[in-house]
């Protein structure tokens, strides 16, 4: 059972296709990576994969479920995860507060009874070991503006893991952090590969991609151009051509 | 100096009514992002609910009175969010959303007048008569209105502030779409807020009813409210409280100089927290974001 | 699409609603004909009158028509001025009209603030053939449409009673006896029952600062003294408690000259006066008697307090039996009560339709000259006559509110110009 799976969607936006005939499925335990220009559809084939843009053709499946027609936050239950480019987080409140947001899915528990406050685990039972592949020391009481932009990012995906998601989007990981703090954010991907959760990644670090992704789909005017493995995809002609560049 | 208390008594229960219209303006600002100006309107509804319940219907059962208020409350909360907020969620004008509550008033307050009574009525209290103490006489009905204000207020605070569902409703109002990512369904999460805040407001109502009399002139608290809010520190529910009470206060101690001008003493106030500490008097707890 | 639909979809919703909201008190029960649009309403009358003018065929001379633009008909003062003056042009109609002709009613909605009524004036006077309008009971709406008046010329019976109406406008006449008349009669009430310093208490608005003034300089005439004048603002204030207690704490005053409307003003501060125990004397002006008032605020709270009243309200006179009678007995009257404000809008009907028969023309130049001419004619509320200062009425009444809720009138005190 494929964690997503894509087929054919597309999206017009006052006449103009933004995102046309794209196709991929992502194993669990998969990283895919999703790649193309500026303006290539990538965030757009996101928004359509979590249901924030509703999809004027093709279909999505969640394990092996069709969620075309659900709604994002049926979406988010159903065990789809999503970070964003800058990072969203709840404004005057805590760190633990705004972990604590989203966790409920892990007990895949009805919305009314997490509204009310039942909790079937403590995420703080399982964020340390997260917290340490993340290379991450927070308190959780300060406000959650006082920690920095390269902290908010990791912080994004360790909330994103603690929901136990099947599958996670991840929206340009790597930009504004140091190569160190890239590391780390590398090696949360790669623990989520491994407990099994299928990883759909966008960004425009090549060396990021080529060496994490296990298969990569590259988009150009909103349509695939291209759908392989890294080596596949970096000697592909109409890659380099409309991406990649010479060497 | 029986007198000063008495004010001052005065000043402090007017001022938790403030306080709690000021509360509800703020639940409905951070949980669903829209400054609501058929506040006042929602208040004098309750009063208008309660004289057509215990007058005009003349029903004997308070439990049935209070189960019908609530699924009044609750069908007019859904509305009103169906109507004033859904609709404008993605509005390319944000303004949109605060002229239709002010349209939405003038319904509330028409219906109110068309179906119920244009007069204004009295009813009765919980319990009629008043307790003197020293110089000053307090009528029992402000024990009731101190209590559930009290009452809402605290529960309101804890709601926002330590619970899990405070902190959903936020989330709602602040970021949909990452709410929504979050698994919180944000439409039905902010009818929820709403639902919440018309019965707080409207249970504010129905008590003040005996106080200040069934009429369309209760939604003046809502510009007091304002006030409230304003000087007390926007955005801040704390302030939101204090504010209101210190508004009660003034306009109370106003008297002692002018009768027919409280509006502009308490608005002239405003004016000055405005121009000499525009964060209020608890500031919002958002700190300076980093550089 | 889905979005835009929607949009309007809700737009639309909510302007039936304002409108709906528009129309006429759901108390009325008037049924599927509830509507404040005046040419509705005109065409219903038209269709009234035409129908009148098929079963009289002698009805064929000049009509008398009047028109009502006081208040907002979806407000019951406004709702009940329809149903009273068309009850009362039905009577006189069937009775033979006046010179002939048959009395026409108009209806303007008169809304709920000054530019509102304004607007609605510039109408009235421009109906074609208007004889006489029926206008408002805020005098500093009156004050504010004057120039209109004097330039159409045409006789405006309001129900307000400020006397500088008529130094504003020949043309504005009111039923009632104005603010200097019944200020003097009030203060006059508590001196006789032994105030000799009391506390003004009133709106402020041109009327209430001129009622306190004239009771003020009354009572330093007869050698006595007004405490403190206290205004407030029955517009925007909704807890009278601070300013009650300043009224009650003002030093030396042994009473309370009491000028406020029978709404949330003086409901709010006779209820607050009775909590807080006040107990020196409370003379009200007429407002407060009636027995609707007393039913909202408690025979406890009001018992005892002093004033005059306009219209003999419990008074079981040959007038009271008759008009209540007319009312309940026709089936456009939909209220439970008959109030003064009933009476005082058929007494200005008589009071037109006298004018014109006196002058013998249904035009506004006939009008204004009859009116001139009215001496002794019995209405409803009391005797009517002309005065120089355009007022009509010659008695008012003493009122005290019983221990058991009643109001007792005296006899008719004379009012003095």
Known sequence: MSCLRVEEIGITFGGLAAVSDVSFTVEPGEIMGLIGPNGAGKTTTLNLISGLYEADRGRVYLNDQDVTKKTAYERARLGLGRTFQTPHMLTRSTVSDNMKLGTDLADQMGFLKSFLGFKGHNFLDEVDGLMEIADLKVDWKADISSLAYGQLKRLEIVRGLLAHPKTLLIDEPAAGLNAKELEKSVALMRHAAREGVGIVLIEHKMDMIMNVCDHIVVLNFGKMIAHGTPDEVSADEAVIEAYLGRK | ?291 | ?417
């Open chain 3, 1 to 417: 699409m889905k979005k835009r639909f929607l949009a309007v979809s809700v737009s639309l919703m909510l302007a039936l609603g304002l409108t709906g909201c528009g129309q006429g008190a759901k108390d009325s029960g008037q049924g599927g004909n509830d509507s404040t649009q005046a040419t509705t309403d005109q065409a219903q009358t038209e269709a009234a009158g035409s129908q009148e003018q098929t079963e009289k065929a002698e009805l064929n001379g000049a009509p008398l028509k009047i028109v009502y633009c006081g208040t907002s008909l979806s407000q019951e003062n406004g709702d009940r001025a329809k149903q009273v003056l068309e009850i009362a042009a039905k009577e006189c109609n069937a009775a033979g009209g006046v010179n002939g002709g048959e009395v026409v009613i108009e209806l303007i909605d008169g809304g709920n603030d000054q530019q509102a009524y304004i607007d609605a004036v510039l109408k009235a006077l421009e109906v074609e053939g208007v004889s006489a309008v029926i206008g408002t009971f805020y005098s500093q709406y009156a004050l504010a449409c004057a120039d209109y008046v004097n330039e159409a010329q045409i006789p405006v019976f309001n129900v307000a009673t400020n006397f500088e109406m008529a130094n504003a406008s020949d043309y504005y006449f009111t039923n009632r006896c104005v603010d200097t008349a019944f200020s003097n009669t009030m203060a006059q009430i508590a001196i006789d029952n032994g105030v000799k310093n009391p506390v003004t208490l009133f709106y402020n608005t041109s009327n209430g600062y001129n009622d306190s003034a004239f009771m003020k300089a009354y009572m330093e005439d007869k050698g006595f003294s007004v405490a403190e004048e206290i205004a407030f603002d029955n517009t925007t204030t909704t807890d009278y408690t601070s300013i009650v207690m300043q009224a009650m704490n003002v030093a030396d005053s042994d009473g309370i000259l009491l000028h406020a409307t029978a709404n949330t003003d003086g409901q709010s501060i006779i209820a607050l006066l009775h909590q807080y125990g006040y107990a020196h004397p409370i003379i009200s002006n007429s407002n407060l008697f009636s027995d609707s008032f007393v039913k909202n605020v408690g025979v406890d709270a009001c018992a005892g307090m002093i004033g005059f009243a306009e219209y003999t309200t419990t008074q079981e006179n040959e007038a009271n039996k008759a008009f209540q009678e007319l009312m309940f007995n026709n089936s456009s009257f939909s209220y439970d009560t008959v109030s003064w404000i009933d009476a005082s809008f058929y007494d200005d009907f008589s009071l037109i339709v006298e004018a014109a028969r006196l002058a013998g023309g249904n035009d506004k130049d006939s009008i204004l000259d009859g009116l001139t001419k009215i001496k002794g004619y019995d209405g409803i509320m009391t005797s009517y006559s002309y005065h120089e200062d355009h007022s009509y009425a010659d008695y008012i009444y003493l009122a005290v509110v019983q221990e058991d809720g009643t109001i007792e009138v005296s006899d008719a005190v004379e009012v003095t110009h």
């Open chain 2, 1 to 291: 100096m029986a007198l000063f208390f008495q004010q001052t008594l005065t000043g402090v229960s007017v001022g938790l009514v403030y306080a709690t219209v000021a509360m509800g303006l703020m639940l409905l600002l951070r949980a669903a992002g829209v400054m609501n100006f058929a506040q006042g309107n929602l208040l004098a509804m309750g009063a208008y609910l309660s004289f057509l319940f215990m007058e005009k219907l003349q029903l004997s059962s308070g439990l049935l009175m209070v189960i019908l208020a609530l699924a009044v409350f609750v069908a007019v909360g859904c509305v009103f969010c169906s109507v004033c907020f859904l609709p404008f969620k993605h509005a390319k004008w944000p303004q949109a959303m605060m002229i239709c509550t002010i349209g939405a008033g003038t319904v509330i307050q028409e219906c109110c007048l068309l179906f119920i009574t244009a007069e204004t009525r009295s009813v009765r209290p919980i319990l009629a008569g008043s307790l003197s103490v020293g110089g000053f006489v307090i009528p029992y009905q402000y024990f009731f209105i101190f209590g559930a204000m009290l009452f809402m207020m605290t529960g309101l605070f804890f709601l926002f502030e330590k619970m899990y569902c405070g902190r959903v409703m936020s989330a709602a109002a602040q970021n949909k779409y990452a709410a929504d990512l979050l698994g919180i369904p944000t439409n039905l999460t902010t009818m929820v807020t709403f639902c919440i805040v018309v019965c707080m407001v409207g249970f504010s109502g129905w008590l003040l009813a005996p106080v200040y009399r069934v009429s369309a002139s209760l939604s003046n608290f809502q510009a007091r409210a304002f006030a409230s809010v304003v000087i007390g520190g926007f955005g801040s529910l704390k302030g939101a409280i204090i504010g209101g009470i210190l508004v009660g206060l003034i306009e109370a101690y106003s008297t002692y100089f002018t009768t027919t001008y409280k509006d502009v003493v308490v608005f002239g106030c405003l004016l000055l927290v405005l121009a000499f500490c525009p964060q209020g008097i608890i500031p919002s707890g958002t700190k300076k974001e980093k550089a």
